[in-house]
């Protein structure tokens, strides 16, 4: 059973960063995109940035400039480096992991919260 468990979010003050992550297990097999998504009260879900196989990103642009995404596929483990955090920011982020058409699963999600 696949499983992925975000980790790093939490308080943080307007300018700081966090360093979220997402554990994978269950699976042996190459996922073929990994993404975080977040979801702010009251939004809609909003993917922030994806990762492929090959180590491709691709950014939302309220994230570009900003957030750092990254995995290392021996870890099983994708990354989002968050910078010059803004009010704008806070929301829930949860990742996301795509190993077929079909097969995606996502994690339990983890609060972010930005202070001004």
Known sequence: ???L???GGGLVQAGGSLRLSCQASGTTMLFQVM???RQAPGKQ???????????TPRYADSGKGRFSISRDIAKKTM???MNSL???DP?????TANLAPGRNYWGQGIP????S
């Open 1 to 3: 059973q696949v499983q």
């Open 5 to 7: 468990v975000e980790s």
């Open 35 to 37: 993404a975080w998504y």
């Open 45 to 55: 879900r909003e993917l922030v940035a994806a990762v492929y196989s090959n180590g």
């Open 79 to 81: 990354y989002l480096q």
């Open 86 to 88: 803004t009010p704008d």
């Open 91 to 95: 929301a829930v982020y949860s990742c």
């Open 112 to 115: 972010v919260t930005v202070s």
